[in-house]
T-cell receptor, first 116, second 114 residues
């Protein structure tokens, strides 16, 4: 069975600074996707960034980038130039590829506070 | 906003009762998944419906059941409610059966079981 671990329950960062959220996962699969989701206090979960395991190049989306280390089963999220709107719960998530349905496995989350 | 809506926003039930939660998918999306998010935890996959058929299920008992309608809206039904069923219930819709089409989440229904 796959598991996702986020070892930092809470983090804080000064506005305009850079912060890195950690995630590790355990799987015997070789073909999968990894995601970072953001859940602001309004509760609606949104996709921040995704990585396909077969791609060696780390994904980037504007101020968000990942460090994907497949051998170490590590998938960290870096947020640059932090903004007040980045305050939210962040969930790391895993999904096997090429299955008959999409079962996304989420980690326990990291609560990020951006301080003015 | 993602275009996925859920109703009601909040709900209070007592142990042993039954509850129905509703989800309206984003236009054109034929796949919907339901998740249970207990307080302070990440969401857990309950099941997925594709074109009105359940095509995948997580580790939830049969008292958790669902429906997907021809317009692709969806219901989650929970029978014989237990205290541990108290959680935020999220639905997510996407286009297509499986693959990397993005899932769009609704705002959730907060269920409290007393």
């Amino acid at each position: 069975a796959q598991t996702v671990t986020q070892s930092q329950p809470e983090m804080s960062v000064q506005e305009a600074e850079t912060v890195t959220l950690s995630c590790t996962y355990d799987t015997s699969e070789s073909n999968y996707y990894l995601f970072w989701y953001k859940q602001p206090p309004s509760r609606q979960m949104i996709l921040v960034i995704r990585q396909e395991a077969y791609k060696q190049q780390n994904a980037t989306e504007n101020r968000f980038s990942v460090n994907f280390q497949k051998a170490a089963k590590s998938f960290s999220l870096k947020i640059s130039d932090s903004q007040l709107g980045d305050t939210a719960m962040y969930f790391c998530a895993f999904m096997k590829r090429k299955t008959s349905y999409d079962k996304v496995i989420f980690g326990p989350g990291t609560s990020l506070s951006v301080i003015p | 906003e993602t275009g996925v809506t859920q109703s009601p926003t909040h709900l209070i039930k007592t142990r042993g009762q039954q509850v129905t939660l509703r989800c309206s998918s984003q236009s054109g999306h034929n796949t919907v998944s339901w998740y249970q998010q207990a307080l302070g935890q990440g969401p857990q996959f309950i099941f997925q419906y594709y074109r009105e058929e359940e095509n995948g299920r997580g580790n939830f008992p049969p008292r958790f059941s669902g429906l997907q309608f021809p317009n692709y809206s969806s219901e989650l039904n929970v029978n014989a409610l237990e205290l541990d069923d108290s959680a935020l219930y999220l639905c997510a819709s996407k286009l297509g059966g499986t693959g990397l089409n993005e899932q769009f989440f609704g705002p959730g229904t907060r269920l409290t079981v007393l």
